[in-house]
Nanobody
Framework: QVQLQESGPDLVKPSQMLSLTCTVP??????????WSWISQPPGKGLEWIGD???????SYSPSLKSRASISRDTSKNQSTLELTSVTPEDTAVYFC????????WGQGTQVTVSS
């Protein structure tokens, strides 16, 4: 069974906001790493780091997405949320969440298509 699960819309219109949530279905995860990371994989491309958040709520983002990305976490719910504003078709990708700045535990990913 998966340790992390991404969820959110599979279709977003251009200029709207994409919101994805990463949860721990089993309630526990086999890592003590406090970071949540978000990564995307556009069609035919490699993995692209979006950003991460630490246990204090401090965030880091890819320079190319810093103006549009926002990552949050809820320690009481053991989940993380990615919000990406002003999406374009270039944001079409499979989105993954993971634990750790370089994730050791990954979700399966969720496909998001940005299209009119």
């Amino acid at each position: 069974q998966v340790q992390l699960q991404e969820s959110g819309p599979d279709l977003v219109k251009p200029s709207q906001m994409l919101s994805l949530t990463c949860t721990v279905p089993g309630g526990t995860i086999t890592t003590s790493d406090n970071y949540w990371s978000w990564i995307s994989q556009p069609p035919g491309k490699g993995l692209e780091w979006i950003g991460d958040i630490n246990y204090l709520g401090g965030t880091s983002y890819s320079p190319s997405l810093k103006s549009r990305a926002s990552i949050s976490r809820d320690t009481s719910k053991n989940q993380s949320t990615l919000e990406l504003t002003s999406v374009t078709p270039e944001d079409t990708a499979v989105y993954f969440c993971g634990k750790g700045r370089i994730p050791v535990v990954w979700g399966q990913g969720t496909q998001v298509t940005v299209s009119s």
